[in-house]
Nanobody
Framework: QVQLVESGGGLVQAGGSLRLSCAAS????????MDWYRQAPGKQRELVAG???????KYAESVKGRFTISRDNAKNTIYLQMNYLKPEDTAVYYC???????????????WGQGTQVTVSS
């Protein structure tokens, strides 16, 4: 089985920092995209930051300059460094990966269980 394991969420004051981690484990042939989504109560899930194996990255406008996504291809792990956190960043953050388990399979989406990030004012 393929599993995405997240860690690093918690409760912080506005202006503080958190670092999220997501490690993909199991039988993996190739990982295309690994990225972070978040979902606040009553809102749709949105893309926060994404990365490709070649190093391309993209960010939601609301987090540019504050969040940084990084990737360790050898470990199939991504990180999200979140600085200058704001109350509006409060959400459940989900790790997502688009990957192949074997060379002959198509790309398939996998999701982590989610980790709660709460920013108080």
């Amino acid at each position: 089985q393929v599993q995405l394991v997240e860690s690093g969420g918690g409760l912080v004051q506005a202006g503080g920092s958190l670092r999220l981690s997501c490690a993909a484990s199991g039988s993996i042939f190739r990982v295309n995209v690994m990225d972070w989504y978040r979902q606040a109560p009553g809102k749709q899930r949105e893309l926060v930051a994404g990365s490709t194996s070649s190093g391309s990255t993209k960010y939601a406008e609301s987090v540019k300059g504050r969040f940084t996504i990084s990737r360790d291809n050898a470990k199939n792990t991504i990180y999200l460094q979140m600085n200058y956190l704001k109350p509006e960043d409060t959400a459940v953050y989900y790790c997502h990966a688009d990957l192949k388990r074997t060379w002959f399979e198509t790309m398939t989406d996998y999701w982590g269980q989610g980790t709660q990030v709460t920013v108080s004012s």
